[in-house]
C-alpha cells in the first residue's frame, strides 16, 4: 500500500508563500491536493496527471496554486503563492493507484491519503 509523507505549511501572513511535499513509497500514478476547513467539506485544490504532468485546481486557488512533481523522486510539490486568510485548513495530499486520462478533482478518486498539515494565514 502507498504511504504518503507530507512536509511543509505552517504559518504565514496574508500575502505570503508555503511550499509543501509529498513523498510517496513507491511509484504512484495521479496525484492530487485536497484541504479541510472546519465546518466545511474536503475542497479539491488540485492534481497532476500521472501521464504528461498536466495539472487541473479547483476555481478557489487558481493563478496562485502551482502543482509540480518529480517522478525520479516520488513526490509532488504544492506551492502556494499569495495566501489569503481563507486558504487555512488542513491539507492532505492524495494518490491514485491507478492510470487515469485525467486526474481526478473528486475524493474518490484517491485511494492513498497523506496525514494532513495544517496551514494557517495571518490577516
Known amino acids: 500500500q502507498v504511504q504518503l509523507v507530507e512536509s511543509g505549511g505552517g504559518l504565514v501572513q496574508a500575502g505570503g508563500s508555503l511550499r509543501f511535499s509529498c513523498v510517496a513509497s513507491?511509484?504512484?500514478?495521479?496525484m492530487g491536493w485536497f484541504r479541510h476547513a472546519p465546518g466545511k467539506e474536503r475542497q479539491f485544490v488540485g492534481c497532476?496527471?500521472?501521464?504528461?504532468?498536466?495539472?487541473n485546481y479547483g476555481d478557489s486557488v487558481k493563478g496562485r496554486f502551482t502543482i509540480s512533481r518529480d517522478n525520479a523522486k516520488n513526490t509532488v510539490y504544492l506551492q502556494m503563492n499569495s495566501l489569503k486568510p481563507e486558504d487555512k485548513a488542513v491539507y492532505y495530499c492524495?494518490?491514485?493507484?491507478?492510470?487515469?486520462?485525467?486526474?481526478?478533482?473528486?475524493?474518490?478518486?484517491?485511494?492513498?491519503w497523506g496525514q494532513g498539515t495544517q496551514v494557517t494565514v495571518s490577516s
Open positions: 497532476t496527471w500521472w501521464s504528461g504532468g498536466s495539472t
Open positions: 513507491v511509484r504512484t500514478y495521479d
Open positions: 492524495a494518490a491514485q493507484n491507478n492510470p487515469t486520462n485525467m486526474c481526478g478533482t473528486s475524493i474518490l478518486s484517491y485511494g492513498a
